[in-house]
């Protein structure tokens, strides 16, 4: 099971890239809403966003956060240079060896590029609700199709995929992969609005009907719940 959006753990993985990387400035690649580059900010990075979807760059903007509309890959990089450029629950959208080196012409010598999947597991009862609903409304989502173990497994290929591609580009020190497990609980009304502003690519009656269902299911538990997270990262600094 995962998590709607791009909810990371909101401190330790955050001030391990800001204290790995050279300087402030970060490039968050697919920053759809906004959550990670907002978290950033937070912890005093200037963040400037790129994202194709130009409904999700506006509401990031209404967040506070700068957004440029372009797929990573023809991103206009007018020169710019970053310390370090990130993506939470985006990279696999972008072409692993293509991204990289963009992240490797816009990286300053000694620059980190870090990308992060989530995998979320709700408590037992209300995982199997989840999955009920998205298997009705969403057959073909991950949630539906896969479990938790097959699930983790498809976010570990992701972090290979990823790390070839750092290393493809000759540009990176070998990758590093870590892994955070860290926990947050949510209110009906906190999960249904982080589907919600995750929703982008999921058709307007299907999001009503998934919401519905899984704010049911919620309801079912007592109105809340405490959904455990392990966020698998691949890092790799720029050559300086």
Known sequence: MTGPGRAIPKSSLIERIVAAAPGPLVLDVGVGTGIVARQFQAAGCQVLGVDPDARLAEFARHSG?????????AWETAGRKFDAVVSGESWHWVDPVAGAAKAAEVLRPGGRLAVFWNTGQPPAGLDEAFAEVYRRVLPESLVARLGRRSIEEAHSAMCAKAADGMR??????????????????????????????????????????????????IDGVGGSFTMNYVTFVVSAVRHS
């Open 65 to 73: 956060v700068e957004v440029e509309v372009s797929t990573f890959e």
């Open 168 to 217: 493809a580009t000759g540009a990176f020190d070998e990758p590093e992969q870590w892994r955070f497990e860290w926990a947050q609980s949510y209110t009906r009304d906190e999960w249904l609005d982080a589907l919600q502003t995750s929703g982008g690519a999921i058709p307007e009656s299907q999001l009503v009907d998934l919401l519905e269902g899984v704010g049911d299911a």
